[in-house]
């Protein structure tokens, strides 16, 4: 398998493995570039929650209010202590999302190495073969 030719924005040779027999890696290659912005849309689509970081961020300034009102004694203990149980389920639900998610693109990108190396060899799978 071959090096990407590409340069990177940092001024060094992309560390990435060229498919298609063109030099180039997945992320590179201009035969790619529309299977790229689809994966960037169907990344950017969130079933109308919002991004993860936005409700990370929105959680944590809650906690942090929650601290700050406890700490005044504007809120009771322990109504505080079911409020961090429940917001900290929140924490775990988005954590838990986007690993979910990650995995599904990580697999989806490697079809695609696994599915393009079968296209360089001539469709000879060598994948779990015995010899």
């Known amino acids: 398998m071959s090096q990407c030719t590409s340069i990177t924005r940092g001024g060094?040779?992309?560390?990435?493995?060229?498919?298609?027999?063109?030099?180039?890696?997945?992320a590179h290659s201009p035969s790619h570039a529309d299977a790229r912005?689809?994966?960037?849309?169907?990344?950017?689509?969130?079933?109308?929650?919002?991004?993860?970081?936005?409700?990370?961020?929105?959680i944590k300034d809650?906690?942090?209010?929650?601290?700050?009102?406890?700490?005044?004694?504007?809120?009771d203990r322990s109504d505080a202590a079911v409020a961090g149980q429940?917001?900290?389920?929140?924490?775990?639900?988005?954590s838990v999302g986007l690993k979910a998610r990650e995995q599904e693109e990580l697999e989806a990108r490697l079809t695609e190495i696994e599915e393009a190396l079968e296209k360089q060899r001539g469709g000879i799978s060598t994948y779990g073969s015995t010899g």
Not at 12 to 26: E, H, M, T
């Open 62 to 75: 809650r906690l942090e209010r929650l601290a700050e009102d406890v700490l005044a004694g504007r809120i």
């Open 37 to 58: 912005k689809r994966a960037a849309r169907k990344g950017g689509q969130r079933g109308g929650r919002g991004r993860p970081t936005t409700e990370l961020a929105s």
């Open 86 to 94: 429940l917001l900290n389920y929140a924490l775990r639900a988005v």
């Open 12 to 26: 060094q040779r992309c560390k990435g493995v060229a498919i298609d027999a063109s030099d180039l890696c997945y």
